[in-house]
């Protein structure tokens, strides 16, 4: 079983520039979530992908969006960058008869300068 | 505002005695209650859940109570090994919002030997 992965591990950016996250959910899951965990909070839930539609989102501007595929892979874009998006970016995915847990990736660690 | 808390940001334990982690919810709405562990540069690992339907759930080591009517759950670690030393973070969700997870702002473990 392939559990779930997250590309780039690191990534700098200058503040007004975009950026894409990218994460390939666990097998058998058709459901990505999105998490942002800045430094010593808990993480904070920025929206979910499920069949290729959003299903949900968090308080974050519009200049956050995201894709999911046929394969229920997923993309994070980010536009405009500022200094409060330096953060960890988590994906999760979830599935199957127990939608309601959710497994993480090891993250995105993105700093914007 | 946070409808998840964990008061305690971090609390030390002497190998093999009980480790007890604390969380409180506001959200009379959440179904699910979920622990994650988290070591830093990592991803949180899924560790425990229980539904608001049970008052107990256990595997192996881990135990979680919850007690509906004060809003709050527990997270009960017997024996503690140091390679439990981590931050715990607490989750909350609901069908309603697609299982989306609202969490807590962690509390650091350390195990001492």
């Known amino acids: 079983e392939t559990g779930v992965t997250q590309s780039p591990t690191h990534l700098i950016k200058t503040r007004g520039q975009q950026v894409t996250l990218r994460c390939s959910s666990q097998s058998g899951h058709n459901t990505v979530s999105w998490y942002q965990q800045a430094l010593g909070q808990g993480p904070q839930f920025i929206f979910q992908y499920y069949r290729e539609e959003e299903n949900g989102r968090g308080n974050f501007p519009p200049r956050f969006s995201g894709l999911q595929f046929p394969n229920y892979s997923s993309e994070l874009n980010v536009n405009a960058l500022e200094l409060d998006d330096s953060a960890l970016y988590l994906c999760a995915s979830s599935g199957g008869g127990r939608s309601y847990e959710q497994y993480f990736g090891p993250g995105t660690r993105l700093t914007v300068t | 505002d946070q409808q998840v808390k964990q008061n305690s940001p971090s609390l030390s334990v002497q190998e093999g005695r009980i480790s007890i982690l604390n969380c409180d919810y506001t959200?009379?709405?959440?179904?699910?209650f979920l622990w994650y562990k988290k070591y830093p540069a990592e991803g949180p690992t899924f560790l425990i859940s229980?539904?608001?339907?049970?008052d107990k759930n256990e595997d192996g080591r881990f135990t979680v109570f919850l007690n509906k009517s004060a809003k709050h759950l527990s997270l009960h670690i017997v024996p503690s090994q140091p390679g439990d030393s981590a931050v715990y973070f607490c989750a909350a969700s609901s069908p309603n919002s697609g299982y989306a997870l609202n969490f807590g702002k962690g509390t650091s473990l350390l195990v001492t030997p």
């Open positions: 229980i539904s608001s339907i049970k």
């Open positions: 959200n009379s709405m959440f179904d699910y």
